[in-house]
T-cell receptor
Framework: DAGVIQSPRHEVTEMGQEVTLRCKPISGHNSLFWYRQTMMRGLELLIY????????DSGMPEDRFSAKMPNASFSTLKIQPSEPRDSAVYFC?????????????FGPGTRLTVL | AQSVTQLGSHVSVSEGALVLLRCNYS??????LFWYVQYPNQGLQLLLK??????LVKGINGFEAEFKKSETSFHLTKPSAHMSDAAEYFCAVSDQRGGGNKLTFGTGTQLKVEL
């Protein structure tokens, strides 16, 4: 079975440009998570969805960040406008359900560089 | 709020030696604890988790961890290190608020295995 799929794997853009990161969760999984990983701050949860509905977006750094999940098989994380401090690896993860014991499965990540 | 602290951002062991990666947690409720491993340029992969029941948890690749409530610890061990174990290891605690499976990660420990 395919795991969590993220695209693109690498993105280089210039400051001020719009960036869209994409994620396809594992088929049948109902929860989806977006994380950001940096050397300075480690791994941070940005937002998570359950049944396509955002449950907790308290980790979204500011209004420049937005996330959507229009259906069960697709989610986007958008940064507009992008800034150099947004450079990081962004991970998407999914889990079967919303239960506290459900394992999160991570995608390979998107490495974003904002020049 | 729950949190985890990983002592030692870098650990180096010889091949065949014991691996011990330390994790202490802070939680106002019974914690659910996890260890994830991240190989270079990959997403995180679950090694093992503690939810309830037996406090000694066995995971993949010969790793195990013991939940010690009195010490608020969940240290990861492996009797004999292999070169393939070189990776970054993350301890995480599940935030039970709202009944979901939101994870808070530690800052990670980079394991180096030397010949």
């Amino acid at each position: 079975d395919a795991g969590v799929i993220q695209s693109p794997r690498h993105e280089v853009t210039e400051m001020g440009q719009e960036v869209t990161l994409r994620c396809k969760p594992i088929s049948g999984h109902n929860s989806l998570f977006w994380y950001r990983q940096t050397m300075m701050r480690g791994l941070e949860l940005l937002i998570y969805f359950n049944n396509n509905v955002p449950i907790d977006d308290s980790g979204m750094p500011e209004d420049r960040f937005s996330a959507k999940m229009p259906n069960a098989s697709f989610s986007t994380l958008k940064i507009q406008p992008s800034e150099p401090r947004d450079s990081a690896v962004y991970f998407c993860a999914s889990s079967l359900a919303h239960s506290i014991t459900d394992t999160q499965y991570f995608g390979p990540g998107t490495r974003l560089t904002v020049l | 709020a729950q949190s985890v602290t990983q002592l030692g951002s870098h650990v180096s062991v010889s091949e065949g030696a014991l691996v011990l990666l330390r994790c202490n947690y802070s939680s106002s409720v019974p914690p659910y604890l996890f260890w994830y491993v991240q190989y270079p340029n990959q997403g995180l992969q679950l090694l093992l988790k503690y939810t309830t029941g037996a406090t000694l948890v066995k995971g993949i690749n010969g790793f195990e961890a013991e939940f010690k409530k009195s010490e608020t610890s969940f240290h990861l061990t492996k009797p004999s290190a292999h070169m393939s174990d070189a990776a970054e290891y993350f301890c995480a605690v599940s935030d039970q608020r709202g009944g979901g499976n939101k994870l808070t990660f530690g800052t990670g420990t980079q394991l180096k295995v030397e010949l």
